[in-house]
């Protein structure tokens, strides 16, 4: 059975930091390319950054040069490094696959506000 499970999130100001975690289980880790998503109230869940199994990243506009996506394959976690955190950064946070062939987790509430 294949489960993720995000934490890390929290409530920070404006310009504040975070680090999500994403527990993966039930899949050959190392061999997936994963990403991390977001889902703003009243908006679709949306890409925002992905690594490939040799480590390579891509950032979505909204988080480029703020967000670093690193995995740890030796204990089959996923991570993101939120920098300079803006209030339209507030979303629940998602990791999965690129693909997303599997079911969500419950993601973690990221909320930036002053």
């Known amino acids: 059975q294949v489960q993720f499970v995000e934490s890390g999130g929290g409530s920070v100001q404006p310009g504040g930091s975070l680090r999500l975690s994403c527990a993966a289980s039930?899949?050959?880790?190392?061999?997936?390319?994963l990403a991390w998503y977001r889902q703003a109230p009243g908006e679709q869940r949306k890409l925002i950054a992905h690594?490939?199994?040799?480590?390579?990243?891509v950032y979505q506009d909204p988080v480029k040069a703020r967000f670093t996506i690193f995995r740890d394959n030796a204990k089959n976690m996923l991570y993101l490094d939120m920098a300079s955190l803006k209030p339209a950064d507030t979303a629940v946070y998602y990791c999965?696959?690129?693909?997303?062939?599997?079911?969500w987790g419950q993601g973690t509430q990221v909320t930036v506000s002053s």
């Open positions: 690594i490939l199994t040799g480590g390579d990243t």
């Open positions: 039930g899949i050959r880790f190392s061999f997936e390319a």
């Open positions: 999965n696959t690129l693909d997303r062939r599997f079911d």
